[in-house]
């Protein structure tokens, strides 16, 4: 099985429009599709891209059977914040059986428990198991190649597999953008998430840190995951307790830090300093962790 390129990461927001409104105030997205409906999953959600980094806020349907439905459960226990990672991959069927092998449980579209391996289409692995939700998507343009198809979205979305989408475009907006830097998931067993990553996703560890206690890791050609272990104390450390080992951050290489820092504070958001960049404020962020770094992670094989 070939592990492509990240297909999104997924933001459960309260209100749509208003993350819609604060993605385009800070990053000028693309937009692959806005505020569809998915009546099997509850939600309402957009996809955006912002320069290699494909994100996709969504809003579970109103009322009780939004609630009863896999983001509507999310929402309700954990609030807005980033939710799930997800990959393009070549066989839906090979992964499911990777994750199987590792006594992951799987489901499917609408969280239905799966106890064979699909053809095709999207598998979802249990959270508890792997260290937040991971899904893998089989692309298809037509039947063959490319984005997913969706019954209600038609042709293909996704302008990164059409060949029309230029991620260098962002690097000459305010933000100053290169690239995603990193994805960070929380883990409290870093063993068993390496070899969940590993196993399941033929991700390559390229560098590790002790202090706080880090992997990270090159997933498909273009993505990388830091799984990090949270120090004893931190907000990470307490964010972990409180929810459970999952998607922490995405943090994005940027030419000028500083720059950075005053084109946000233009337009009243909020940021706090870290070592090498700075965190914007998740409540100016719809709950979302969003950091700009001015180095990628040393020893980044992407070049």
Do not use: K, N
């Amino acid at each position: 099985m070939r592990i492509g390129d990240l297909f999104h990461v997924v933001h459960v927001v309260d209100d749509l429009p208003a993350a819609e409104a604060w993605y385009d105030r800070v990053f000028q997205p693309t937009y692959m599709f806005r505020r569809h409906d998915s009546p099997l999953d509850r939600r309402t959600a957009s996809l955006v891209l912002i320069a290699d980094l494909p994100a996709e806020p969504m809003t579970p349907h109103p009322g009780p059977e939004g609630e009863a439905g896999t983001i509507g459960r999310f929402h309700r226990r954990f609030g807005q914040r980033l939710h799930s990672l997800a990959y393009y991959c070549d066989s839906v069927t090979e992964g499911f059986e990777r994750f199987r092998s590792l006594g992951v449980r799987v489901t499917g579209d609408g969280g239905a428990r799966l106890t064979e391996a699909p053809e095709r289409g999207g598998i979802y692995t249990h959270p508890r198991d792997s260290f937040g939700l991971i899904e893998l998507m089989e692309p298809r343009v037509g039947g063959s190649g490319g984005a997913p198809i969706g019954d209600s979205l038609g042709e293909c979305y996704d302008p990164r597999l059409l060949g029309t989408h230029d991620p260098g475009r962002w690097a000459d907006l305010p933000l100053g953008i290169r690239r995603t830097a990193f994805l960070t998931v929380l883990v409290d067993d870093l063993d068993r998430a390496l070899q969940v990553y590993e196993v399941g996703l033929d991700a390559v560890p390229f560098h590790e840190c002790d202090a706080p206690r880090s992997v990270d890791l090159l997933v498909g050609a273009s993505s990388v995951v830091r799984l990090a272990v949270p120090e004893p104390g931190s907000i990470e450390a307490e964010s972990m307790a409180r929810d459970g080992a999952m998607i922490w951050s995405v943090s994005f290489e940027v030419r000028d830090v500083d720059a950075a820092r005053e084109f946000l504070a233009s337009v009243g958001v909020r940021t706090t300093e870290h070592d090498g960049g700075l965190s914007i404020s998740a409540a100016d962020a719809a709950g979302a962790r969003y950091e700009l770094v001015g180095a990628p992670a040393p020893g980044d094989p992407r070049g």
